[in-house]
């Protein structure tokens, strides 16, 4: 019989939990024990399910391309819930023009964009978006593909080097530092474009020219009809829920902190603050340590310094806040899936609502199922500097702010008949410039302390299906010896 200790229930805990009860069942000899310091298991994914509205307060999908959730969800006997996004109506607007005297504009994304790389040059050249000079970059990067092959760096770089470098500052600008900025609440200046981009560092090894790499991929994947991203219609928190009902019970303890984890010979001690379902200390054979990664460095000081050393990173903080409306035709917001405000925008209105505004989703136009008939949803989405601002706020002084950034772009709105405020704490983990390297000497260090793994979005990729994948990998690897 093994025991293995599992710390931390979001989603990488989750899915190492329910690995491990399905080689239970398969015959496994296991005994299990899930740590969850709240009283509530899936972390950062959850879903508010009210009057007909399906909010999501943390991931609102995952992106299709990587398979390891589609998969999981299909194993679970979700085919019916499986939800792709609107894509016939996927259009994503760039706020420009914004200061402290004007709200600015929303000008929409040309069609054809894979992040801030287009597929089509023709699109491109009829969008008010971009300037003459940009659009000259643009056209330039495909005749400059030889050289920029020739001149790929050999370390890694920042996001906004690579970008800079491919079609320069009015792109990184718009689209790059934006875009970025939304899914990691990050810097471009210091996030590491291998971590974040790999598929982009990749073309241009083998191209040298993004865009010529995205035609040609396009090319070969003619034909495979998928869309950019995947949801259930119940909310991502249905893909926890199912897992959790096949996990025993017994191994479930909430409420219960992991204070500290100690070698102890060839197993581990994992210290529990007391409550009602902890004992204090007890052994296992494996830990897999699935917490946020600013809990798990400190937990690993004691284990080995060198190793918590390379854990240390810089994280940004998320705030959420929905409103639903009953009435959509009170909210009139453009056809598309919502809206990004670059970086430059802030600077010019700093100290105003609109500015500290990082994304908004039109909830109801990305996603079928949202909404009851007829209603809205938007969502705002606060990172950086400015969600740390908001989190020693109140929930209404955040709402208020909110509606505000949001009024002062789409206009006036209605009373929304419900409002949920989330705030994220350093929930995003920044991968640095070097990442890539510090993590595989991680791996070396980790090599040394077997029965040892850390699993979560500190380390191999921040979205749903990297954690699952990362999660059953693990336990794969472990009960296979
Ligand atoms: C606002 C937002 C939107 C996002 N949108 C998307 C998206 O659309 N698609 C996507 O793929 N990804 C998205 N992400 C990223 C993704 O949601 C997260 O990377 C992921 O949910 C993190 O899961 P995790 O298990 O690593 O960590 P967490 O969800 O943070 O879980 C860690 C768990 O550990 C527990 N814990 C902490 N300390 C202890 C302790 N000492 N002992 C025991 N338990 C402890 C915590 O309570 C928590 O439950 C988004 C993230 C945010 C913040």
């Not at 929303?106 to 491109?124: I, K, N, S, T, Y």
């Not at 491919?166 to 471009?188: C, I, M, R, T």
């Not at 959790?244 to 479930?252: H, N, R």
Request: net charge negative; hydrophobic share 45%.
């Amino acid at each position: 019989m093994k025991r293995i200790a599992v710390v931390g229930g979001g989603m990488a805990g989750v899915a190492a939990a329910y690995e491990l009860a399905r080689c239970a069942r398969e015959g496994a000899e296991l005994e299990v024990v899930l740590f969850e310091r709240s009283l509530r298991l899936g972390g950062i994914v959850e879903t508010v399910r009210k009057g007909g509205y399906v909010i999501e307060c943390g991931p609102d999908g995952w992106v299709t391309e990587k398979p390891w959730a589609l998969e999981l969800a299909r194993e679970l006997g979700l085919d019916d819930e499986i939800l792709g996004s609107n894509d016939d109506q996927r259009k994503t607007y760039v706020l420009v023009g914004a200061s402290s005297e004007h709200a600015g504009t929303l000008q929409v994304m040309p069609d054809g964009m894979r992040m801030m790389v287009p597929m089509d040059l023709e699109a491109l050249e009829a969008s008010p978006l971009f300037s003459a000079e940009a659009k000259r970059a643009y056209r330039g990067e495909v005749e400059r593909a030889e050289q920029l092959k020739a001149a790929v760096p050999e370390s890694d770089e920042s996001v906004a080097s690579f970008v800079r470098r491919h079609f320069g500052d009015e792109v990184l600008e718009k689209l790059g530092a934006p875009l970025l900025s939304g899914v990691f609440g990050g810097d471009v200046a210091t996030l590491s474009v291998r971590a974040v981009m790999a598929p982009f560092v990749a073309m241009e090894r083998e191209y040298g020219s993004l865009i010529m790499g995205l035609q040609r991929r396009g090319e070969k994947q003619q034909g495979a009809k998928s869309t950019v991203f995947t949801s259930l219609r119940s909310g991502t928190a249905t893909l926890v829920e199912r897992m959790v009902a096949t996990i025993p019970p017994e191994w479930i303890r909430l409420g219960a902190t992991v204070r500290t984890i100690a070698r102890d010979g060839q197993r581990w001690t994992v210290g529990c603050s007391e409550g009602e379902q902890c004992r204090g200390s007890d052994r296992f054979d494996a830990v897999m340590l699935a917490a946020p990664v600013d809990v798990a460095r400190s937990l690993m000081e004691r284990v080995s310094a060198e190793a918590a050393a390379l854990m240390t990173m810089e994280a940004s903080s998320a705030v959420v806040v929905a409103f639903g409306f009953p009435d959509a035709t009170k909210v009139p917001v453009p056809a598309g899936f919502g809206f990004l405000v670059p970086p430059v925008s802030s600077v010019g209105s700093s100290g105003r609502a609109g500015s500290m505004l990082l994304a908004a989703t039109f909830v109801d136009q990305k996603y079928d199922c949202r909404v009851p008939t007829g209603g809205r949803l938007l969502r705002a989405f606060f990172g950086g500097a400015a969600a740390e601002r908001l989190m020693g706020c109140g929930n209404d002084e955040i709402a208020a702010l909110a509606r505000m950034a949001l009024a002062r772009i789409l206009g006036p709105l209605p009373d929304a008949e419900v409002t949920v405020v989330r705030r994220w704490p350093r929930s995003l983990p920044q991968y640095a410039v070097g990442h890539l390297e510090r993590m595989a000497k991680l791996d070396e260090l980790l090599d040394e302390l077997p029965g040892l793994y850390l699993l979560g979005n500190g380390y191999r990729g921040v979205g749903l299906p990297d954690l699952i994948r990362d999660g059953r990998q693990a336990v794969r690897a472990y009960v296979r010896g």
